[in-house]
C-alpha cells in the first residue's frame, strides 16, 4: 500500500483509479464507497469512452471524517482572519 492511500484513508478519501485520458476542458470526479464502488467505475468507464470526459475516481473511506475537517478549518479560518488561511483536505485533493 503506497503512504499517500494510507493517509487517504486516515483522512476519509484517496483517489482510487485515475483518468488515462488528458481531456482539461471536461473531467470528472466521482465518488464512491463499499458496494456501490464497482458501478462507479463503470460510470468512469462510460464517460471515458462513450462521452470522451476524463473522470477520476475516489475511495470515500469516511464523510463523516471529510467534514468535520472541513469544518475545523472553516472555523479556523473565521476565527484567524489574519492568520494563513488553512485549506480542508478535500480541497486539497
Not at 35 to 55: G, H
Request: hydrophobic letters at 40%; a positive charge; proline letters at 2%.
Amino acid at each position: 500500500m503506497p503512504g499517500k492511500i494510507k493517509e487517504g484513508i486516515l483522512n476519509g478519501m484517496y483517489k482510487f483509479k485515475a483518468s488515462d485520458k488528458k481531456n482539461e476542458k471536461m473531467k470528472a470526479q466521482l465518488f464512491g464507497s463499499g458496494a456501490i464502488m464497482n458501478e462507479v467505475l463503470k460510470a468512469a468507464a462510460i464517460l471515458e469512452e462513450d462521452y470522451k470526459v476524463a473522470s477520476d475516481v475516489w475511495s470515500v473511506t469516511s464523510y463523516k471524517e471529510l467534514r468535520k475537517n472541513a469544518l475545523e478549518v472553516e472555523r479556523w479560518n473565521l476565527l484567524n482572519p489574519n492568520g494563513k488561511q488553512k485549506i480542508s483536505y478535500i480541497h486539497k485533493c
